[in-house]
């Protein structure tokens, strides 16, 4: 396997099957340090957030729950906890992530897949909740990935992500990308020595909707946002929206 810290990011994460090779080999190499790296980058605030998300969707006695780019199983583990009679599918691209996620898991309800979460194996209508940590922006393809998501939910589900958030106003735009360039290259060069790791999450952002065309996005699929917390000024911000019954 080519190790990712090695591979030139912009020749790859520009193209959807380009950016689904980068992501796969970049994961493989920071699955050890994933969880530590999240509480560092938000400066310690990463399991508030994810718990506030948690708190905030519907509560339901025995759902079908989907977590996307579920790494480690942060989101995956407190559905668990959340619904304990869900049936719950944690599903990640990568294998190093999924390995983590399964010597951590002690849940009998959650099982972890290795797929593509643009074209997944699942049926139409399967989930009554999907969600996603850092999982939008990572998609090789986001319109191909909100598709999906309308695809597997069932009618009236809702859905939930954590992200990091691209500003509408240009130059907010190009203050975010300094800050979470300098601070990802810091962490690359500290834990990797090669910047290049974290500051893939500032490159990341260039190709992403600002919040407002995201919204857009969301709702041209045909979901309606409920709910929506920005974290940080804005830098992150979670989202829940729902699928509408015909």
Same mark, same amino acid.
């Given at each position: #396997?080519?190790?990712?810290?090695? !591979?030139? #990011?912009?020749?790859?994460?520009?193209?959807?099957? %380009?950016?689904?090779?980068?992501?796969?080999?970049?994961?493989?190499?920071?699955?050890?340090?994933?969880?530590?790296?999240?509480?560092?980058?938000?400066?310690?605030?990463?399991?508030?957030?994810?718990?506030?998300?948690?708190?905030?969707?519907?509560? @339901?006695? /025995?759902?079908?729950?989907?977590?996307?780019?579920? %790494?480690?199983?942060?989101?995956?583990?407190? !559905?668990?906890?959340?619904?304990? *009679? &869900?049936?719950?599918?944690?599903?990640?691209?990568?294998? +190093?992530?999924?390995?983590? &996620?399964?010597?951590?898991?002690?849940?009998?309800?959650?099982?972890?897949?290795?797929?593509?979460?643009?074209?997944?194996?699942?049926?139409?209508?399967?989930?009554?909740?999907?969600?996603? *940590?850092? +999982? $939008?922006?990572? &998609?090789?393809?986001?319109?191909?990935? @909100?598709?999906?998501? /309308?695809?597997?939910?069932?009618?009236? *589900?809702?859905?939930?992500?954590?992200?990091?958030?691209?500003?509408?106003?240009? !130059?907010?735009?190009?203050?975010? =990308?300094? $800050?979470?360039?300098?601070? %990802? %290259?810091?962490?690359?060069?500290?834990?990797?020595?090669?910047?290049?790791? =974290?500051? =893939?999450?500032?490159?990341?952002?260039?190709?992403?909707?600002?919040?407002?065309? $995201?919204?857009?996005?969301? +709702?041209?699929? *045909?979901?309606?946002?409920?709910?929506?917390?920005?974290?940080?000024?804005?830098? &992150?911000?979670? $989202?829940?929206?729902?699928?509408?019954?015909?």
């Amino acid at each position: #396997m080519r190790n990712a810290l090695k !591979l030139k #990011m912009h020749d790859y994460i520009h193209r959807p099957e %380009g950016k689904l090779v980068f992501n796969r080999e970049m994961f493989t190499v920071i699955a050890p340090r994933y969880d530590f790296i999240t509480r560092a980058l938000s400066l310690g605030r990463d399991k508030a957030w994810k718990n506030q998300m948690i708190q905030n969707l519907p509560t @339901l006695k /025995s759902p079908r729950c989907l977590d996307l780019a579920c %790494g480690t199983g942060d989101i995956t583990f407190r !559905l668990a906890e959340k619904y304990p *009679g &869900a049936a719950i599918a944690g599903l990640d691209l990568t294998e +190093a992530m999924l390995a983590s &996620a399964k010597s951590r898991n002690s849940y009998e309800n959650i099982e972890f897949t290795t797929q593509n979460m643009c074209r997944t194996n699942f049926s139409d209508r399967t989930f009554d909740i999907v969600t996603g *940590g850092y +999982a $939008l922006r990572n &998609a090789p393809s986001l319109e191909d990935a @909100l598709a999906e998501i /309308s695809r597997v939910m069932k009618p009236g *589900g809702t859905a939930a992500f954590l992200d990091f958030s691209r500003p509408p106003h240009p !130059l907010t735009q190009k203050a975010e =990308y300094f $800050l979470l360039k300098t601070w %990802g %290259g810091f962490w690359g060069l500290t834990l990797h020595r090669n910047p290049q790791v =974290y500051t =893939y999450i500032a490159e990341s952002l260039k190709q992403f909707p600002d919040s407002n065309q $995201l919204r857009k996005l969301i +709702a041209k699929v *045909g979901f309606e946002i409920v709910w929506s917390k920005k974290h940080y000024f804005g830098i &992150a911000e979670t $989202l829940i929206f729902k699928k509408p019954c015909p």
